[in-house]
């Protein structure tokens, strides 16, 4: 074990980032220890040598790309550094690295460096990657898919491929994990022409590898975006081998698919918030700008079980509630039905439910 290892009291199990206390990892984390235990950990079981390579295939459904606008805000240590510390192989992701195409008569041209859907298919058809997925998976209309295309074929075909010879999918963000947005109650859509992953809203019979007929292991990291925390330190889990992929994941998981340390089942985000004393004197605010509690704004704090409040965003600056938006419960997997209508009092929603 190497000095500052030893120093700051930490071993390998420390480095079971999934299966830790939350409240401790927090803590471990705002010291900025989780990827010194990471390095400490690569030091004293590979010495010099690099963890094993680890291929990782992005694909993109329907989504805005915010999953990877948030995980590009990754801090302590920054994307890059993390990638080469995990020694990660992004081989292909359609936002980060140049998406392109070449085709004739219908048919994909040229090669896997000139041409991103012939890559993906090398890809895929070669196996030994970890899947993440940003962004539900269309399904209609009627079972087809081609509510959403990329390139040439419609993000199910794209999926399907992908996820057969995946080792594990990592479903990243509330649209790639339950629907999202795009399973929103409507008059004019069917929520099942959409699907996440593993589950679509709670129900994992109706998630899309069950359409599709593919058992794989999966992740759900929710969030609309996921904090790069989240990400990450989940990706460091698996690649320092801590957890055993599908073995632990019963442990590790609650019954949405979430990794327990980042999303507890008996803590919600209402618990940490720095307007609480404003909640228990009854004091609100009834429009933005204000340092109040923000529930006749509609927050749903109660209702998200995450540690935003105490992680926060944006390098551990602020988050939502901090900076004075309601808490919309973005991570669970009935969102966004289960806050609507966003931004309105209860009086209000009863209001605008009539
Ligand atoms: S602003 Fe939201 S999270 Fe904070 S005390 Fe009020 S209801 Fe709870
Ligand atoms: S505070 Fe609420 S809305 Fe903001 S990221 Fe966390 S769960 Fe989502």
Redesign the pocket.
Known sequence: MSEESKNSGSSANDLDFLRMDWHKFLKARRAGAGFKLLENYKNDTLGDTDFPVTHVLWIQGAQCTGCSESLLDAANPDLLKAFEILNIDLERHEAFLAHQGLFVDGEPANTSELNSEILLDEISERGDYILMVEGAIANGPEGSGKYFMSGNRSSKEMFKKAAQNADLIIAVGTCAAYGGINVASSDIVDILDYRGVAFTKKDPSKGMLKVLGIDKPVINIPGCPPHPDWIMFTLSAIISGNIKIPDDLPEVLDEFGRPKVFFPPDHN??KD?P??E??KNKEFDSCVGGEK???KMG?Q?FLAHADCALRKWNDGHSYC?QAGS??IACVEPDFPDNARPLYSSKKTKKKADR
Do not use: Q
């Open positions: 985000v209402h918030c307007r609480k404003f909640f509690c923000l529930l927050c704090a509630v309601p808490c």
